[in-house]
């Protein structure tokens, strides 16, 4: 069974940059689509990005565009989210998710991660 594991959450200041890790406790990440999503207190749980296990497929929310990049290194069974330019309302836990199959938006991958805080300041 494959256990995503996220690292590299933390506080920053509005216009700064975060990267976030994405690790596999278990099995590779290998064959599996990755996902990022998150939850803000009070909503729902939201897509972010998601890349194939190629990485040469990659899908992004609008509200992340031109801002987040999801990259993978699977030599080091390794997923990342480099978060630039960040917002307050860019505040939220973030979760890793892997499933078989094609990237999707939506959140029906098979494992999920117990999510990392990302906190953005004014």
């Known amino acids: 069974q494959v256990q995503p594991v996220e690292l590299g959450g933390g506080l920053v200041q509005a216009g700064g940059s975060l990267r976030l890790s994405c690790t596999a406790s278990g099995r590779t990440f290998s064959g599996y689509a990755m996902g990022w999503f998150r939850q803000a207190p009070g909503k729902e749980r939201e897509f972010v990005a998601a890349?194939?296990?190629?990485?040469?497929?990659?899908r992004y929310a609008d509200s992340v565009k031109g801002r987040f990049t999801i990259s993978r290194d699977n030599a080091k069974n390794t997923v990342y989210l480099q978060m630039n330019s960040l917002k307050p309302e860019d505040t939220a836990v973030y979760y890793c998710?892997?499933?078989?199959?094609?990237?999707?938006?939506?959140?029906?991958?098979?494992?999920w991660g117990q999510g990392t805080q990302v906190t953005v300041s004014s």
């Open positions: 890349i194939s296990w190629s990485g040469g497929n990659t």
């Open positions: 998710a892997a499933k078989q199959g094609l990237p999707t938006t939506v959140a029906n991958y098979n494992y």
